[in-house]
């Protein structure tokens, strides 16, 4: 497949001396480059919730439509 890139200037010298040094073309160098790099990058497992209901009750004096009240509650400033 034919691809127009646009790479920063120093890069594409840096990547075509290597190919050169390397008695590669600059297409195998990227070639190459690309697949370690796909190659190397970690496969996400799959998330499972594990979701757990537990029973409870309403402590007294609680009020659950105060806001405030529920700070105050659980900063012991009751």
Not at 1 to 19: H, V
């Amino acid at each position: 497949m034919r691809l127009n890139i646009d790479l920063d200037d120093e890069l594409f010298r840096r990547a075509k001396k290597r190919a050169t040094d390397d008695r590669v073309s600059f297409r195998k160098l990227a070639e190459t480059a690309l697949r370690r790099f796909l190659a190397r990058r970690p496969k996400r497992g799959h998330y499972r919730l594990q979701w757990r209901s537990e029973k409870g009750r309403l402590l007294s004096g609680v009020n659950l439509d105060s806001r405030e009240a529920l700070f105050d509650l659980m900063n012991g400033r009751k």
